[in-house]
């Protein structure tokens, strides 16, 4: 099945304490995302990579870091955690040949910093 | 300006009628649009996309695109309880590589 998968689900964490949050996708897209949604702010993306190796800022990467060694994979790192990241936290891929670029979603993860 | 503007609503419509979901965009040269279902705690799921002025149908939705007006919107024919999420419009803006999100519309379908 194409998916995109994320973990965890959900997770709390202290402030300060270095976490990661996985990104798997099968599809071999080459274009994936992070996104972060909060009430009344919508979807805003974090960081995004075009390819492996390639890795862009969004609209809001403070506090975040990505890597794309491999085509597949992207995880989200939060070096030192604030309350301020409490969010719900979604990655998406897509294929980026032209066409349709509607991404595809994983589950998305609900942190919590306290 | 945002680049996405939509009502956040909520709408509210009576089961069997058409729901109409707007969005505005800032960006002129905007070239590709979508609109994403979103349910309560999931993913965005891609409903519908849209390239070209004009009318898009699939199935029960139409996408409606008017470049000149830098408008686009959802329709919803026959609406049913299960339509009940929240609406995102996306637009990918000239010259940029992603998409970007309208903060939604709530639409709830009355039984």
């Known amino acids: 099945e194409a998916q995109v998968t994320q973990n965890p689900r959900y997770l709390i964490t202290v402030t300060g304490k270095k976490l990661t949050v996985t990104c798997s996708q099968n599809m071999n897209h080459e274009y994936m995302s992070w996104y972060r949604q909060d009430p009344g702010l919508g979807l805003r993306q974090i960081y995004y990579s075009m390819n492996v190796e390639v890795t862009d800022k969004g609209d809001v990467p403070e506090g975040y870091k990505v890597s794309r060694k491999e085509k597949r994979n992207f995880p989200l790192i939060l070096e030192s955690p604030s309350p301020n990241q409490t969010s719900l936290y979604f990655c998406?891929?897509?294929?980026?040949?032209?066409?349709?670029?509607?991404?595809?979603f994983g589950s998305g993860t609900r942190l919590t910093v306290v | 300006q945002k680049e996405v503007e939509q009502n956040s609503g909520p709408l509210s419509v009576p089961e069997g009628a058409i729901a109409s979901l707007n969005c505005t965009y800032s960006?002129?040269?905007?070239?590709?649009f979508f609109w994403y279902r979103q349910y309560s705690g999931k993913s965005p799921e891609l409903i519908m996309f849209i390239y070209s002025n004009g009318d898009k149908e699939d199935g029960r939705f139409t996408a409606q695109l008017n470049k000149a007006s830098q408008y686009v919107s959802l329709l919803i024919r026959d609406s049913q309880p299960s339509d009940s999420a929240t609406y995102l419009c996306?637009?990918?803006?000239?010259?940029?590589?992603?998409?970007?999100f309208g903060t939604g519309t709530r639409l709830t379908v009355i039984p």
């Open positions: 998406a891929s897509s294929t980026w040949t032209g066409g349709n670029y509607g991404y595809t």
């Open positions: 960006d002129r040269g905007s070239q590709s």
């Open positions: 996306a637009v990918i803006t000239a010259g940029a590589n992603n998409l970007f």
